[in-house]
């Protein structure tokens, strides 16, 4: 009741007028957004039902952004394969603990929250709000399991004192943030990770290493390899408006540095691929035959690193 009261309180300047929820909005990381955009329009419901909560006009659209359909089909297809692969890793392992970092609002959280799993999403204050609002909104069994925790990854402390409400081995999902923080917060943030692997056990998944040679492969599989550098400089030029700064895109590609910056950490990594089984793709209704063997080539391919304390 208290959380109800709280939550209603904080979310009321969200929807009680469209300039005071501009103005909340503004807040929240764009990249949030934009992220269930492009879910959204690979055709995964729980995204859509999000945007539609959320009630916002999409940033981007054929009339903002030249070359937008290659780059939507593009985002599209590279999200949902983070999505649904780093789901299937939980599956298969049958983690009982999810720890999303970074994720926004997740329907990915909504999908594992409803099968029984604890989910905890570490977001931004802002974030965090409209999360557990969506969560009552649209939320099942996951109103029980799926809570946003406000804290900074380079906070030890925040950290770790959400990851102590877990019982038991914690798989942390982090998929598109490590490209984007700065040296000295990125390094914070793989500390405070190992400190949590290391006193509950279990592992952290992502495919941020050498992204860009991963995003450029999905690109290759839609549109061809001449095509794919384009398309990463397009997207990177797009991901750049949203954040208002230059994105440092050299960090961390190169597979032997990104493993020794991780030993340095204490922390070890195995390369494994994105899919055990030929995964059953929301987007695939949206291509071709050839693209769809293409994509299916791709996901076995080893772009998914699952990471452990040493
Ligand atoms: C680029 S998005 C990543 C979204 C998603 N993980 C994906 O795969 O696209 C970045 C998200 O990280 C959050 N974020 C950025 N910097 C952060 C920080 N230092 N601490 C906690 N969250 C942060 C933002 O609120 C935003 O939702």
């Known amino acids: 009741m208290k959380k109800f009261f709280v939550t209603f309180a904080l979310i009321a300047a969200v929807v009680l007028t469209s300039t005071a929820r501009a103005a909340e909005f503004e807040m929240v990381e764009y990249s949030a957004q934009v992220k269930l955009q492009w879910l959204s329009a690979a055709g995964i419901p729980e995204a859509q039902k ?155 998944i992502t495919s941020d290493f050498c992204q860009k040679k991963y995003f450029t492969d999905v690109a290759t599989a839609l549109y061809g390899a001449e095509a794919a550098p384009t398309l990463y400089a397009e997207t990177k030029a797009m991901y750049e408006k949203v954040y208002g700064d230059k994105i440092a895109d050299d960090a961390l590609q190169d597979e032997q540095e990104a493993i020794e910056y991780l030993r340095a950490h204490g922390l070890r990594a195995e390369k494994i691929p994105l899919f055990r089984t030929l995964p059953k793709l929301y987007i695939n209704s949206k291509l071709t035959p050839e693209q769809i063997q293409r994509v299916n080539e791709l996901s076995v391919r080893t772009y998914l690193w699952v990471i452990t304390a040493i």
């Open 50 to 204: 999000f945007l539609k909560l959320i009630d916002r006009p999409v940033f981007f659209h054929a009339d903002n952004l030249a070359d937008f359909e290659r780059i939507q089909l593009t985002n599209s297809l590279y999200q949902e394969l983070n999505f649904t692969a780093a789901m299937d890793y939980v599956r298969e392992k049958n983690y009982r603990n999810v720890f999303d970092l970074a994720c926004s609002l997740s329907p990915r959280a909504m999908i594992l929250g409803d099968e029984g799993r604890r989910v905890i999403v570490g977001e931004l204050n802002t974030v965090c709000l409209l999360g557990d609002w969506c969560v009552d909104e649209f939320g099942k069994t996951s109103k029980q399991t799926v809570s946003y925790d406000a804290f900074w990854l380079q906070d030890a402390v925040g950290m770790m004192e959400s990851a102590n409400k877990f019982d038991g081995e914690i798989c942390i999902i982090e998929q598109g943030v490590s490209i984007y923080l700065a040296d000295d917060i990125r390094s914070q943030m793989f500390d405070n990770i190992h400190s949590v692997l290391k006193k509950h056990g279990g592992c952290l």
